[in-house]
C-alpha cells in the first residue's frame, strides 16, 4: 500500500455496499471490506468511525446544504417556499441513484441502520426548524413547516429512488410541495361536491 | 402478595415513571420498579416485556384509534381531512398530560428511547398511509398525507405536552391544520405583497 491512496474512500464505500448486499450488513466486517477495496483496515478507520458510518457520512453536509438554502431564499419567500428551497437544495447532496437505492434497501433490512436514519432525519427536521426562526419565522410555525418539510423531503426521495423514475430530485421535490398546496387547499378539489358555495 | 392485583398495571407504570425521572431510566432496575410498586417481577413481566415497554405500551391502540377514524371519515372527506380525523383520534389514547410531559422529558434524555418512539412514529406514517389506501386515495397522495399528517401530530403532541397549555389535544391538532392550510395557501399571506396580481 503506497503512501498516497487515490480516492481511498470511494473505494471503500463502493467495496462496503458490495458486500453489504452481498452478505448482509451484519455479516461484513471492516477488514473485508478494506481487503477488497485494496487497503489497510487502518485506512478504513482515517475515512470511517465504524461500518455504519460508511452508509451515513456526508449527512451533515446535506444538512448544511439545506439550511444554507434556507437562509438565502428571498427575503419575501413565505415559510413553505423557504423550506422547499431547503429541500430542492438536498439534491446536489445525493450520491449517485443507484448507489442511493441500494444504500436504501440496505437500511431499511436492519433496524439498527433503520433507527439510525431515522434520528438523522429527526435532526434534520430541528435544523430546518432552525434556518426558518433564523428567517424570523415564528417558533411554532417553524416547528409545523419544518415537520411538513420533512414529510416532503422523505417523498421525494422516495419517489426519486423508485425503479423506473427518470426525474431529478429537485423536480420530484417541487413536485410533492405542488400536490400538498393542492391537496391542502381549501377548495379542495378532492372533496365531495356536495354543498360547495 | 394476593392471587388479585387490581391494577397493577397502573401501580407498575407509576413506579417506574418516578423511579426513571428520580435516577434515570438506565439505572432503574425492574426490580426497583415492581418493589417500588407492590408486587413481584413475575408480576412485572406479566405486564410489560422489558423496561423500556412500560414507556410505550398502548402504541399499537394509538395506531388502530387513528387508522379506524380514517376509515370512520365521511366518504366524500379529502385525503387531508380524513387524515386529520385520524390525527384528532389520537386524542382520547394518550395518558394524563402531566404523565405524557414526564414520559417525554425521559425519551428525550435517553437516545435508545428517543430510537424507539422514532421507529413506532415512523410505522404509524405507514399505517396512516395504509388507512388512507384502503379508502381509494392513490398511493402517492396517501404517503404523501401521512407523512404531512405525522408532522401535524407531533406538532400537536408538542404544544400539547407545552408547560401551561391547557387545550386539548384535538382542538391543537385542527388548529396545525389549520395553519397548515393557510401556510400552503397559494395567495399565501405571509408572502411580501410584491407583484401579487
Known amino acids: 500500500m503506497g503512501r498516497w491512496e487515490p480516492d481511498s474512500r470511494g473505494r471503500l464505500r463502493k467495496a462496503a455496499m458490495e ?3 452481498e452478505r448482509g450488513f451484519e455479516a461484513t466486517t471492516v477488514a473485508e471490506i478494506a481487503d477488497r477495496a485494496g487497503v ?7 475515512q470511517f468511525a465504524d461500518k455504519r458510518e460508511v452508509l451515513f457520512a456526508g449527512g451533515e453536509g446535506l444538512a448544511g446544504a439545506i439550511a ?5 431564499a428571498p427575503s419575501g419567500a413565505s415559510p413553505l ?9 438536498a ?12 444504500r436504501q434497501t440496505i437500511i431499511d433490512a436492519n433496524p439498527d441502520l433503520l433507527e439510525r436514519e431515522l434520528i438523522k432525519l429527526a435532526s434534520l427536521a430541528r435544523s430546518i426548524a432552525r434556518a426558518l ?3 424570523g419565522v415564528d417558533a411554532a410555525t417553524a416547528t409545523l ?12 426521495f422516495e419517489r426519486w429512488i423508485a425503479e423506473g423514475e427518470t426525474r431529478g430530485f429537485g423536480e420530484l421535490a417541487r413536485e410533492s410541495v405542488a400536490q400538498l398546496r393542492e391537496l391542502a387547499a381549501p377548495g379542495d378539489r378532492h ?4 354543498h360547495r358555495t
Do not use: C, H, K, S
Not at 68 to 72: C, E, L, Q, T, V
Not at 145 to 156: S, T
Open 68 to 72: 444554507a438554502a434556507i437562509a438565502a
Open 191 to 194: 372533496q365531495a361536491p356536495a
Open 40 to 46: 489497510t483496515e487502518r485506512t478504513f478507520f482515517r
Open 91 to 102: 439534491d446536489g447532496y445525493f450520491p449517485e441513484r443507484t448507489y442511493a437505492r441500494r
Open 19 to 21: 458486500l453489504y448486499a
Open 133 to 135: 426562526r433564523d428567517r
Open 145 to 156: 413547516i419544518a415537520e411538513v418539510a420533512l414529510g416532503l423531503f422523505r417523498v421525494a
Open 81 to 89: 417556499d423557504a423550506a422547499t428551497a431547503g429541500v430542492e437544495a
